[in-house]
């Protein structure tokens, strides 16, 4: 079976578990709701404050309830022990690394479509820049997320507390998209500034964490 | 054959150490496993019959000493030739038997008319649409030796094979085991049933404390 093949059984496989558990999505979806609700209630901002705070709260509220799904992703490999059957099978760890990540990008993706008219919504957003550049900027910034977030979690996959582990594993490495994100945000719903500079800082960061995820997740994945 | 005697054997185990942080679970196993032979290990909980069989699956890496599969060093190059079975099921709970089946085939590169056939060997008989979650934990046995035995393996390790099935499953899964060395295949298998193997046996191998301490053509007194 070639890498492609398994790359996609593998994800079908995850889209399957998630769609019958629904355990990453109902927890990211009431999590994130949570953050949008308790924030309008904390401060009542102006229009135009709106648009300067939003990219940094829609995005850090993503950033958390991501975290929820990451954790989902390796604990049902966890259960009777399923990822040695894998581990004992011919097929390479890289599949397997991708198609998590990709199932993580569709189920972040579910929640970004489902949360974002909330936001603009309660926030009374509307951009003032070329609001088509919210599409790259949120499929680069969720990619971000879970491409790290993916790694890591297989990572702190065997420690005892791996729910705090990721985030602090995570957080730190993550700031640099996360300005990324925010600032690109910021800058076409404010329209004072381009986007560009940070779509390019996060197509860099993309693709330097996705070739070291890559090149590292067969040793994650051997560890004991 | 005796610890330390030199044959060709499919499993060849050199010195084998395996620690756990201060632990050690294999403290110099030495042995050789031929080729179509159904062997089964047998000790009290914490002998190291379970990491025995982790470490030739190559899902434990050996703190020292060498195994050798197949004539090869390196597990991971003949694992396509290895059924490993474990304890859990390393079966998804939320999928239905055939759904996994056919998922672990696709990583062997093979067809799910080769699930039929294996499902069939074992005389499974339940309604596959159902997940494996509503399995009775006999069911659950079979359909993880179903696994095992998808890739038609030369070597097939089975940890526990028979806990939780009933004795009329546990026997066709016996004279299934005998078949399957009659065809050249190398079982080896970590039970606390002994009984039910001792017609078919070929070696009965004890264990305690981390070593190989008898190996024997016969059931004796004071194995289990």
Same mark, same amino acid.
């Given at each position: 079976?070639?890498?492609?093949?398994?790359?996609?059984?593998?994800?079908?496989?995850?889209?399957?578990?998630?769609?019958?558990?629904?355990?990453?999505?109902?927890?990211?979806?009431?999590?994130?709701?949570?953050?949008?609700? *308790?924030?309008?209630?904390?401060?009542?901002? @102006?229009?135009?404050?709106?648009?300067?705070?939003?990219?940094?709260?829609?995005?850090?509220?993503?950033?958390?309830?991501?975290?929820?799904?990451?954790?989902?992703?390796?604990?049902?490999?966890?259960?009777?022990?399923?990822?040695?059957?894998?581990?004992?099978?011919?097929?390479?760890?890289?599949?397997?690394?991708?198609?998590?990540?990709?199932?993580?990008?569709?189920?972040? %993706?579910?929640?970004? !479509?489902?949360?974002?008219?909330?936001? *603009?919504?309660?926030?009374?957003?509307?951009?003032?820049?070329?609001?088509?550049?919210?599409?790259?900027?949120?499929?680069?910034? @969720?990619?971000?997320?879970?491409?790290?977030?993916?790694?890591?979690?297989?990572?702190?996959? #065997?420690?005892?507390?791996?729910?705090?582990?990721?985030?602090?594993?995570?957080?730190?490495?993550?700031?640099?998209?996360?300005?990324?994100?925010?600032?690109?945000?910021?800058?076409?719903?404010?329209?004072?500034?381009?986007? #560009?500079?940070? *779509?390019?800082?996060?197509?860099?960061?993309?693709?330097?964490?996705?070739?070291?995820?890559?090149?590292?997740?067969?040793?994650?994945?051997?560890?004991? | 054959?005796?610890?330390?005697? $030199? @044959?060709?054997?499919?499993?060849?185990?050199?010195?084998?150490?395996?620690?756990?942080?201060?632990?050690?679970?294999?403290?110099?196993?030495?042995?050789?496993?031929?080729?179509?032979?159904?062997?089964?290990?047998?000790?009290?909980?914490?002998?190291?019959?379970?990491?025995?069989? #982790? @470490?030739?699956?190559?899902?434990?890496?050996?703190?020292?000493?060498?195994?050798?599969?197949?004539?090869?060093? *390196?597990?991971?190059?003949?694992?396509?030739?290895?059924?490993?079975?474990?304890?859990?099921?390393?079966?998804?709970?939320?999928?239905?038997?055939?759904?996994?089946?056919?998922?672990?085939?696709?990583?062997?590169?093979? %067809?799910? $008319?080769?699930? #039929?056939?294996?499902?069939?060997?074992?005389?499974?008989?339940?309604?596959?649409?159902?997940?494996?979650?509503?399995?009775?934990?006999?069911?659950?046995?079979?359909?993880?030796?179903?696994?095992?035995?998808?890739?038609?393996?030369?070597?097939?390790?089975?940890?526990?094979?028979?806990?939780?099935?009933?004795?009329?499953?546990?026997?066709?899964?016996?004279?299934?085991?005998?078949?399957?060395?009659?065809?050249?295949?190398?079982?080896?298998?970590?039970?606390?049933?002994?009984?039910?193997?001792?017609?078919? !046996?070929?070696?009965?191998?004890?264990?305690?404390?981390?070593?190989?301490?008898?190996?024997?053509?016969?059931?004796?007194?004071?194995?289990?």
């Amino acid at each position: 079976m070639s890498f492609l093949a398994i790359t996609r059984a593998t994800l079908a496989k995850d889209v399957r578990l998630e769609w019958r558990s629904k355990d990453a999505i109902n927890s990211m979806l009431f999590f994130a709701l949570l953050v949008v609700v *308790i924030f309008s209630f904390s401060f009542d901002p @102006t229009a135009e404050e709106s648009r300067r705070i939003a990219g940094g709260l829609i995005w850090v509220a993503f950033l958390f309830a991501a975290v929820v799904a990451l954790n989902q992703t390796w604990a049902r490999e966890l259960r009777n022990q399923v990822l040695d059957a894998y581990r004992v099978s011919p097929a390479p760890a890289n599949p397997l690394f991708l198609a998590k990540a990709f199932g993580n990008f569709i189920f972040v %993706g579910v929640l970004e !479509a489902v949360m974002t008219p909330l936001f *603009i919504a309660f926030y009374k957003l509307r951009a003032l820049g070329p609001a088509w550049e919210l599409a790259p900027i949120a499929a680069l910034g @969720t990619w971000a997320l879970v491409v790290n977030g993916t790694f890591f979690a297989a990572m702190s996959l #065997r420690t005892r507390s791996r729910e705090i582990m990721l985030p602090l594993l995570l957080f730190p490495l993550s700031i640099p998209a996360l300005l990324g994100m925010v600032n690109a945000t910021t800058a076409v719903l404010t329209g004072e500034e381009s986007a #560009r500079f940070w *779509i390019a800082l996060l197509v860099a960061y993309d693709v330097v964490f996705t070739i070291a995820c890559l090149l590292l997740f067969e040793t994650v994945l051997e560890a004991e | 054959m005796v610890e330390g005697e $030199s @044959t060709s054997g499919v499993v060849v185990v050199n010195e084998l150490i395996k620690q756990f942080g201060g632990f050690a679970a294999l403290r110099g196993v030495t042995a050789e496993f031929a080729a179509g032979k159904l062997y089964v290990i047998l000790g009290e909980n914490g002998a190291g019959k379970t990491t025995l069989l #982790r @470490t030739i699956a190559g899902l434990a890496q050996p703190t020292r000493g060498t195994i050798s599969v197949l004539g090869v060093p *390196i597990v991971k190059q003949v694992c396509s030739q290895i059924g490993y079975m474990a304890h859990p099921s390393l079966l998804y709970d939320e999928m239905s038997g055939m759904e996994n089946l056919t998922y672990f085939a696709g990583l062997y590169g093979i %067809g799910t $008319s080769r699930c #039929r056939e294996v499902i069939s060997a074992v005389k499974l008989d339940p309604d596959l649409a159902r997940p494996v979650g509503q399995y009775s934990q006999g069911m659950r046995q079979r359909m993880s030796l179903v696994r095992a035995l998808l890739n038609d393996p030369m070597l097939l390790l089975l940890d526990e094979p028979f806990s939780n099935v009933d004795s009329r499953s546990a026997q066709e899964m016996t004279a299934l085991l005998a078949q399957l060395r009659d065809r050249g295949k190398t079982l080896l298998v970590v039970t606390h049933q002994p009984g039910l193997l001792e017609s078919v !046996a070929d070696e009965f191998v004890w264990m305690e404390q981390g070593k190989i301490v008898d190996r024997t053509s016969r059931l004796r007194a004071g194995m289990p």
